[in-house]
């Protein structure tokens, strides 16, 4: 959904397109409640949560940063990417405690009841531009009139697929793409899915590994911030050369932690603090290459690449789960492209400098 998405949040707007997206997942979730079959959850779970949380996702930080800030959009990105890692602060724990305790759907209720509060702060707060609230974006200090809104009547197949042909034809996507891939494959399919299972093979209590998650979310939290904070400042293939580098070796160190308190905490310490800091130099990267304009769009067939990642770690590693007994060749494998994220990226050549008038 992620292309589409942004094309959706052009045509309709902000607002429109998260109050849809959140009535879609809370409509899944709260149908859910009732599913007793293993179709059921393939459906509502694969197929209507995905189509909601597509619509917004990472797209969503990225369209807000290129509206409404002219100014320190990394830092803005960070930190908007950073709020993954403080619901899954507040929530895993909490979550994993009330199913441990009263079962999936009191997990489930709670989730729904905090969409339905998202959706009120989203009523009444949110809007499409800075321009509906007479405000410049931030750091703009022009003293022009405000210009009006762009119009946007475009279908969205086509606005979609017409930033896919462009951006197919240059080097630099095809490498963020990949990159992204692996960066979804180390994260969301692999670390998010697979760890707390992995814990329990080693004798870990479920609530504690969610415990374990939640800790990486608070090093994550900080860590995205600063990652924002670093690429409105340095050069960001750079950035994105340490970040899979030493995202790759905390992977391939995991198996060798022997799962102890110290060796995990150790993990979860520098794993967490690049869990998401990725995001920001490739946002500005894409803005950089394909102007803030089709940003959204072309970071949206990026995102793509990043959720197929994810996906096949997920059922890769639980492939190596069900036929090997074992996790770890798929941590090690993750670890292995991470190392050749990190080199890739360097392909990128340099942005080239504005002439001097």
């Not at 293993?38 to 990472?58: D, F």
Request: glycine share 8%; aromatic share 12%; with cysteine.
């Amino acid at each position: 959904m992620a292309p589409f998405a942004a094309a959706l949040l052009n045509r309709y707007g902000l607002r429109n397109v998260v109050l849809s997206a959140l009535l879609i997942v809370a409509s899944a979730l709260v149908t859910s409640l009732a599913m007793t079959k293993l179709w059921q959850l393939m459906l509502l779970w694969g197929v209507v949560v995905g189509i909601g949380t597509g619509m917004t996702a990472l797209v969503l930080g990225a369209t807000v940063a290129a509206r409404w800030f002219s100014a320190r959009r990394g830092l803005v990105v960070g930190i908007l990417t950073a709020s993954v890692a403080t619901g899954q602060l507040v929530f895993l724990p909490l979550l994993a405690r009330l199913t441990e305790r009263m079962g999936w759907r009191v997990a489930l209720a709670l989730m729904c009841l905090m969409l339905a509060v998202a959706a009120a702060a989203v009523l009444l707060v949110m809007r499409d531009r800075p321009s509906d609230l007479g405000l410049r974006p931030f750091g703009d200090e022009s003293t022009e009139p405000l210009p009006a809104p762009p119009p946007n009547t475009a279908p969205i197949m086509a606005a979609a697929l017409g930033a896919l042909r462009d951006a197919a034809k240059t080097r630099v996507f095809w490498i963020l793409f990949a990159t992204f891939f692996i960066c979804g494959a180390s994260t969301n399919g692999l670390v998010q899915v697979h760890l707390i299972p992995m814990c329990l093979d080693y004798g870990i209590p479920q609530v504690q590994a969610a415990s374990l998650l939640a800790a990486m979310g608070i090093f994550d939290f900080f860590g995205t911030i600063l990652s924002g904070w670093l690429s409105d400042r340095h050069d960001n293939r750079y950035l994105l050369f340490w970040y899979y580098g030493l995202r790759g070796l905390s992977l391939l160190f995991l198996p060798f932690t022997d799962f102890s308190f110290y060796g995990l905490s150790l993990f979860a310490m520098f794993y967490g603090l690049d869990w998401i800091a990725t995001v920001p130099p490739t946002v500005r990267l894409t803005a950089q290459r394909f102007g803030p304009e089709r940003a959204n769009l072309v970071f949206g067939w990026i995102f793509a690449g990043h959720q197929l990642g994810a996906a096949t770690a997920a059922f890769g590693a639980g492939l190596s789960r069900t036929v090997l007994a074992t996790y770890l060749p798929a941590f090690f494998a993750a670890g292995a492209l991470c190392i050749v994220a990190a080199l890739i990226v360097l392909a990128i050549s340099r942005a080239p400098k504005p002439a001097v008038a």
